[in-house]
Antibody
């Protein structure tokens, strides 16, 4: 059974870069679609984007200019970087596996989430 | 972007009740819809995908229906564990978007 675990700094200063890692266990990252999703009280659940094991990515246009998703298949890890953060980027960040064949489609399973607060 | 609107935002019910949550899409999404349950402090958990396919292991008291722009999640015979927040999500095309959530509360 695939399990995901997010990790990274819980506090990031405005204008800096948010960096998170998702470690995958119980399965290989060299398959499936790997997604980042965030949740904030103001905006609810927001899909950030995905990376396929081949390295191809799709991002939400609302964040595309500031987001990079990458993988390290040797470590079975998924990464998220969001540049030039503001308070609006404060959220719980989740990694999740896509359930579809030709696209991520639904998300299952999810990691437990990582709270990130943007504040000076 | 496709807007997903859930109703009601809050629903009060009792153990044993049957409840229905509605999710409307701003344009047709065929059957590309998933439902999730989220308990406080936890990640969302997939219940249903392709509008009506129950994820393996999810109790049969949960069911989904609909296509096009209107969808429903029905829970029959509510159990104490079912009081949580429920979200719909479309996956017709990018960006995927979620409904704002329906909080199911104990009456």
């Amino acid at each position: 059974q695939v399990q995901l675990q997010e990790s990274g700094p819980g506090l990031v200063k405005p204008s800096e870069t948010l960096s998170l890692t998702c470690t995958v266990s119980g399965g290989s990252i060299s398959s499936s679609y790997w997604n980042w999703i965030r949740q904030s009280p103001g905006k609810g659940l927001e899909w950030i984007g995905y990376i396929y094991h081949t390295g191809s990515t799709v991002y939400n246009p609302s964040l595309k200019s500031r987001v990079t998703i990458s993988v390290d298949t040797s470590k079975n890890q998924l990464f998220l970087k969001v540049t030039s953060v503001t308070a609006a980027d404060t959220a719980v960040y989740y990694c999740a596996t896509g359930g579809g064949f030709y696209s991520p489609s639904w998300f299952d399973p999810w990691g437990q989430g990582a709270q990130v607060t943007v504040s000076s | 972007d496709i807007q997903m609107t859930q109703s009601p935002s809050t629903l009060s019910a009792s153990v044993g009740d049957r409840v229905t949550i509605t999710c409307r899409a701003s344009q047709t999404i065929t059957s590309s819809l998933a439902w999730y349950q989220q308990r406080p402090g936890k990640a969302p958990n997939l219940l249903i995908y392709d509008a009506s396919t129950l994820k393996r292991g999810v109790p049969s008291r949960f069911s989904g229906s609909g296509s096009g722009t209107e969808f429903t999640l029905t829970i029959t015979s509510l159990q104490p564990d079912d009081f949580a927040t429920y979200y719909c999500q479309h996956y017709t095309y990018y960006p995927y978007t979620f409904g704002q959530g329906t909080k199911l509360k104990l009456k």
